[in-house]
């Protein structure tokens, strides 16, 4: 068994593909409509499904926005350097809501990201040899 995709419901599909393509650097790995039911799914990540899993945004076109509720954590993306990776997503258009820095009694370093619908986004500092 293996992980294949978090859903997460979004009220501008357009919006959020550059989100996470633009300002995090992912791909547009496949998108679909599904006229009879009004929705779209688009699958975005850095590698591809098959290799990696990845996120599903879900737009229901007579939706523009959804609570998000707090059971809903964060997603996490492993960065070379949270601090530079912070101002190259501001830089882009991101927002930062946690600015990088060592995590709550511990030493890693962490810092959190909204994206357009407000869904949290964790870059935690790994090199290259912890992904």
């Known amino acids: 068994m293996r992980l294949l995709h978090t859903m997460l419901r ?3 599909l357009e919006r959020s ?5 633009e300002v995090l650097g992912m791909r547009l790995l496949r998108r679909q409509d599904y006229p009879e039911g009004r929705f779209t799914l688009a699958f975005v990540g850095y590698q591809d499904e098959a290799d990696g899993a990845v996120i599903e945004l879900t737009h229901n076109w007579d939706t523009s926005s959804y609570e998000l509720g707090n059971g809903f954590g964060h997603i996490a993306v492993a960065v070379p350097d ?17 600015e990088a820095g060592p995590m709550k009694h511990g030493s890693t370093v962490i810092a959190f990201i909204e994206d357009p619908d407000g869904y949290k986004i964790e870059l935690i500092q790994r090199d290259a040899e912890h992904g």
Do not use: D
């Open 10 to 12: 979004v009220g501008n």
């Open 17 to 21: 593909i550059a989100f996470y393509t």
């Open 82 to 98: 949270a601090y530079r990776a912070c101002e190259e997503i501001r830089a882009r258009g991101g927002k930062v809501v946690r």
